[in-house]
């Protein structure tokens, strides 16, 4: 049976990780300004040093839907330097001319080795079969679009830069689609089907997701999908759950759990095995990582620290809304005690500060309890950056970071608004010209709160994860503002390029060869669609009014199905030390496709670390 909120999840022994055995777990409005900021032309960003890459020409485009089946050559000096040769996610077929031509190149290289060996002492002689040693990432950069499909892309891209693929992360050489279904997902599709409930060891990928229902790619990569599959609403039947008919489709908690943990799980579930059994922690990729390595942990969202989607790698608890202890009655150690008492990650920067969002410390609201923020304000692991009226956030998140370096401490950014998140970026309608504002200089954008992090977690020499989200994505699509998603996936893309020039400086000791750097979604939102692409051209955007809590379009440019998630596939985009690897899990559970799992995400970091086999996830 599931446990109920109010309940204190009972978690399972395990042995804790060095961070843990050391610390111990302890008991314990403001106006708006509008400052835009204007955006250069396409071919204004300078160029990044990433050195002399050849890719062969047989590789595909991102659009073909070519099956995964060949190789992809690499050679150069940058990223995925495991081999000369790699797999890659999709790949053309090689024409049999060049086959043959290549074929007879190789045998004359191969004669002339044999001559010369055979006229070489026996002494001179290489050794035989030489170990392979494969050098592992040390960082690992995870960045998340909260809600963000395909055409949230295409469309910020359009706004931005006037076509439809140019956003920092479009760039990378590996790119595929994932699944992001979850354990109710697959449940009401079970259900519908009259199939068994999933069970771990035993279920069929395709009632989760069916491409020859939902394509084999997003759309416009793919126009098969339908709209009867995703925006139909099937219950959960009693013997899967027995809840209400809804649009079937994951929410951020489980999906943050599966990318995390490498376990399917229901939603609500904060890194917890489904059902909500006691002690049903599963161990995360970051403990995973400390434990082996000693790795470092830091997390960045522009919403409440304590929401799901960051939460799940830096916490655990049977439901994504016990924020802290004593909300509404919960009883058990909270979301927010968790990481500020218990897994410390070494920086943490997000919204929910109180006295924006709850300064009443009313205890059926607000993400940090009066007990919580307290501690964090007296003593302590943390140097604490707070929000303060009239002060940037930029210079109060440098002087921490200077704090926190000085006094070998952690840093604490609590920044936010009166919804607890970051306030959000505002995009002005200029054609032509595209500009983005501020709200307020008191919070950070995400990539001045991703310099932050990225700069502590270097100081330290240590490996580290770095898991940076945009949120307001996926507020902004509940809403069907087409404004506030534009504003919100343009912050992203200058987090991306803020992480992107950081791996890219030199002479640190971090660079591609031992950096990974994922973009992904956790989910998709709103079934929104360009309707009139031709018409948002750079720097415009269409003409939108309200209608209650959502927005529409009158002139007929975007449309908008939904405002809940969507099974929709979502795009993954990889650089650096082991992206290739996600080559081996496209197309393993659908033939045919470039479609991986967001479970083979936790995999692919695991892997690209050196860690493998992987454990089964218990805590």
């Known amino acids: 049976m599931r446990r109920q909120a109010g309940q204190a999840p009972a978690h399972s022994d395990f042995q804790p990780t060095p961070r843990q055995a050391q610390t111990g777990a302890r008991q314990t409005g403001p106006g708006k300004l509008l400052q835009p900021v204007r955006v250069p032309a396409p071919l204004s960003r300078p160029p990044r040093p990433t050195g002399k890459r050849v890719i062969s020409p047989l590789l595909t485009d991102f659009k073909s839907g070519a099956p995964n089946m060949s190789v992809a050559l690499s050679k150069h000096r940058g990223p995925d330097r495991d081999s000369v040769m790699n797999i890659g996610f999709s790949s053309k077929a090689v024409r049999p001319r060049r086959l043959l031509v290549a074929g007879g190149f190789l045998v004359s290289v191969l004669l002339t080795g044999l001559l010369a060996a055979a006229l070489l002492p026996a002494g001179c002689l290489p050794p035989r079969n030489p170990p392979y040693s494969y050098r592992p990432a040390r960082h690992v950069i995870l ?44 449940n009401r599709y079970a259900g519908r089907a009259g199939a068994a409930p999933y069970s771990e060891g035993d279920f069929a990928p395709f009632l989760g997701y069916d491409p020859a229902r939902g394509g084999k790619a997003p759309f416009p990569d793919s126009l098969e999908g339908t709209e009867r599959y995703f925006l139909t609403r099937l219950p959960l039947k009693e013997q899967y759950g027995n809840r209400p008919a809804a649009y079937p489709a994951t929410d951020s908690a489980s999906a943050a759990t599966a990318m995390a943990t490498g376990h399917k799980t229901d939603a609500g579930n904060i890194s917890w095995r489904r059902g909500g059994p006691p002690a049903g922690g599963l161990q995360t990729i970051s403990e995973l990582l400390d434990r082996k390595f000693g790795a470092e942990l830091g997390i960045v969202t522009t919403v409440p620290f304590t929401h799901a989607t960051v939460a799940a790698f830096a916490s655990h608890n049977t439901s994504r809304h016990n924020y802290y202890t004593g909300r509404k009655g919960y009883a058990g150690r909270g979301i927010a005690e968790e990481i500020i008492d218990y897994s410390k990650p070494e920086v943490v920067i997000g919204g929910g500060h109180p006295a924006w969002n ?93 310099q932050c992090a990225l700069r502590l977690l270097r100081a330290r020499g240590k490996r580290f ?39 890219d400086q030199p002479d640190d000791g971090i660079d591609w060869t031992n950096t990974l750097l994922i973009v992904t979604s956790d ?95 218990r805590r």
Request: glycine share 10%; with cysteine.
């Open 358 to 450: 709850n300064p009443g410390f009313d205890t059926d609201r607000g993400y940090i309890s009066k007990q919580a923020y307290g501690q964090l304000q007296r003593f302590g692991d943390y140097v604490l950056v707070e929000r303060i009226k009239g002060q940037p956030a930029r210079t109060a998140l440098a002087a921490g970071l200077l704090r926190a370096r000085a006094r070998g401490k952690k840093l604490f950014g609590l920044f936010g608004g009166a919804d607890g998140s970051f306030e959000h970026r505002v995009p002005l309608n200029s054609p032509g010209s595209p500009a983005v504002g501020r709200a307020t200089m008191e919070n950070p954008t995400l990539a001045e709160a991703t």
């Open 523 to 617: 989910h998709a939102n709103s079934y929104m669609r360009l309707i009139a692409k031709d018409r948002l051209k750079r720097g415009r955007l269409p003409r939108q009014v309200r209608s209650g809590e959502r927005w529409t379009y009158p002139d007929g440019e975007v449309s908008y199905r939904s405002g809940k998630h969507t099974n929709e596939l979502v795009t993954v985009y990889a650089r650096g030390r082991g992206a290739r690897r996600g080559g081996r899990y496209a197309g393993r559970r659908y033939r045919n496709t470039r479609i991986l799992d967001n479970t083979d995400l936790y995999r692919i970091m695991a892997e690209a670390c050196g860690l493998s086999p992987l454990p089964q996830g």
């Open 143 to 186: 960045v998340i679009g909260d809600g963000m499909h395909l055409e949230h892309e295409i469309a910020a891209s359009r706004y931005l830069h006037g076509r439809d693929r140019a956003l920092a992360w479009h760039s990378f050489s590996e790119k595929a689609y994932v699944t992001t279904w979850d354990v109710d997902t697959y």
């Open 465 to 503: 994860l770095a898991v940076i989200e945009q949120g307001d994505i996926d507020w902004a699509n509940h809403r069907n503002d087409y404004r506030w998603m534009i504003g919100a996936v343009a912050d992203l893309d200058e987090a991306v390029d803020q992480a992107v020039r950081f791996v």
